[in-house]
Antibody, heavy 121, light 108 residues
Framework: QVHLQESGPGLVKPSGTLSLTCAVS?????????WSWVRQSPGKGLEWIGE???????SYNPSLKSRVTLSVDKSKNQLSLKLSSVTAADTAVYYC??????????????WGQGILVTVSS | EIVLTQSPGTLSLSPGQSATLSCRAS???????LAWYQQNPGQAPRLLIY???RRATGIPDRFSGSGSGTDFTLTISRLEPEDFVVYYC?????????FGQGTKVEIK
């Protein structure tokens, strides 16, 4: 059973950088899966931020691409998300999730519990 | 990007009844790449259906999916108390992957 756990500051100042990590257990981050970040705010519902493969290849949502950086640390079996120049609109619950897209179907099969990040001074 | 529009926004039903939730895509998508998720308050989404109609592991058979092209449906038969939560559709056909805005199933 794959388990994902997000961690990081729950409060970030406007114009600052949001930094989160996602620890993966019960499976290897170097598997054939991509790994995604998804956020959920009352105003915009569920929004896919981007995804990363263990090789470091990435794909980002164009709406956030200029501000997002995803990375992996294979030695720690964890993912990282950095979102720069944050505003109140970036206040949301942030989830990491595993993409299952190795076969004929694609979907998010495992999700972390989520972490609420508030942008406020 | 592909916009997914779910309807209705809220569905008011009684336990034991059936629920029909709609998800309409702004362009045709392969049914292989349409999924449904259930979200309980304060929890992460949980995969219910993938490939438009394939139930995920451990999902009861009262949940069923159907549809193709631009119109997809999630049907919940014999609603149980724990089914009164929010449901989302999601497409993995064209990046950026997108979600519908959700349908809340509430107790009437």
């Amino acid at each position: 059973q794959v388990h994902l756990q997000e961690s990081g500051p729950g409060l970030v100042k406007p114009s600052g950088t949001l930094s989160l990590t996602c620890a993966v257990s019960g499976g290897s981050i170097s598997s054939t899966n991509w790994w995604s970040w998804v956020r959920q705010s009352p105003g915009k519902g569920l929004e896919w931020i981007g995804e990363i493969y263990h090789s470091g290849s990435t794909s980002y949502n164009p709406s956030l691409k200029s501000r997002v950086t995803l990375s992996v640390d294979k030695s720690k079996n964890q993912l990282s998300l950095k979102l720069s120049s944050v505003t109140a609109a970036d206040t949301a619950v942030y989830y990491c999730a595993r993409d299952e897209s190795s076969g004929y179907y694609s979907y998010f099969d495992y999700w972390g519990q989520g972490i609420l990040v508030t942008v406020s001074s | 990007e592909i916009v997914l529009t779910q309807s209705p926004g809220t569905l008011s039903l009684s336990p034991g009844q059936s629920a029909t939730l709609s998800c309409r895509a702004s362009q045709s998508i392969s049914s292989s790449y349409l999924a449904w998720y259930q979200q309980n308050p304060g929890q992460a989404p949980r995969l219910l259906i993938y490939g438009a109609f394939r139930r995920a592991t451990g999902i009861p058979d009262r949940f069923s999916g159907s549809g193709s092209g631009t119109d997809f449906t999630l049907t919940i038969s014999r609603l149980e108390p724990e089914d009164f939560v929010v449901y989302y559709c999601q497409q993995y056909h064209t990046s950026p992957w997108t979600f519908g805005q959700g349908t809340k199933v509430e107790i009437k």
